[in-house]
């Protein structure tokens, strides 16, 4: 599922669609589209236009847009905003960002296409998802999100946290205090740094706090570089039968801030 390692590949892949003037825009699904969007709106503001720069907050891809390309008109162009859900892929010109995604198909169906942006050079960007459960979006409401995990700090993962009696993980995993950490990486940051996922919140000491800030980074450094957040050192343990890979204790699986979550009862205390 794409979280925010795999948003940020598919970042720097949509970076190849800057520059290229946009001369169709399909948008077939209209369940797709959201917040009140509908395909003759989203193919009015984007055509004649071309994309000019690609930024990323957590899980949500965003495109500028230029002011049209022909006439007088100066206005500056919409922002296009990309959610993917748990299966959406990006594709330029046909290339994928990432070979495979976790938990979704390993087919390439055009079936699946929700979005696509044509170009005049003959190319297309396309957003292809099996589920359905990703969209598109013009000028998103960026206030909602919290600081982006690549940014964490210990000041601002306090402030994120704050006086939450919320469970640990399930604070981690609140897009609005955090964005872009969803169950996989969040499974293995708190399994590297060693705390209960079920804990309240609040209740991190000042040492355990700067533990868990470090391991986050870590963890988004080191597991961008490997492919993606399935491939932490806890992921191959996550099954019924799975053991800690630290101290061979059976892992425990239970639901803790609505998501299917390992972790070990020996050491993340």
């Not at 669609?17 to 169709?24: K, L, Y």
């Not at 079920?198 to 597991?223: F, G, I, Y």
Request: hydrophobic content about 35%; charged content about 30%; glycine content about 10%.
């Amino acid at each position: 599922m794409p979280e925010i390692l795999e948003i940020e590949y598919y970042r720097r892949l949509a970076h190849d669609a800057v520059g290229r003037e946009i001369v169709r825009v399909d948008a077939p699904d209209d369940w797709f589209l959201k917040g009140g969007l509908d395909p003759a709106t989203v193919v009015d503001a984007l055509e004649g236009r071309e994309f000019t720069g690609d930024r990323r907050i957590g899980k949500l891809l965003l495109l500028e847009t230029s002011p049209p390309l022909a006439g007088a008109v100066a206005d500056p162009g919409p922002t296009l905003g990309l959610r993917f859900g748990m299966t959406g892929r990006l594709l330029v010109d046909d290339r994928p960002a990432i070979e495979r995604l976790e938990y979704s198909s390993d087919r390439n169906n055009p079936v699946w296409d929700r979005f696509i942006v044509h170009f005049a050079d003959g190319g297309d960007m396309r957003l292809r998802d099996p589920r359905r459960l990703g969209g598109v979006e013009l000028d998103p409401d960026e206030s909602k999100l919290g600081i982006d995990g690549f940014a964490i700090t210990p000041g601002t993962l306090r402030v994120a946290l704050g006086s939450s009696t919320a469970t640990l993980k399930a604070r981690i995993l609140d897009q609005a205090r955090i964005a872009g950490i969803g169950n996989l990486l969040a499974d293995e940051i708190l399994w590297r740094a060693g705390l209960d996922p079920t804990r309240p919140a609040n209740s991190l000491d000042d040492t355990e706090l700067k533990r868990l800030s470090r391991n986050l980074r870590r963890v988004l450094d080191q597991l961008f570089e490997r492919g993606g957040s399935h491939t932490g050192d806890l992921h191959l343990e996550r099954n019924r039968q799975g053991v800690c890979p630290r101290d061979g204790t059976l892992l425990r699986r239970e639901q803790v801030g609505g998501r299917t979550t390992y972790w070990c009862p020996d050491h993340q205390v």
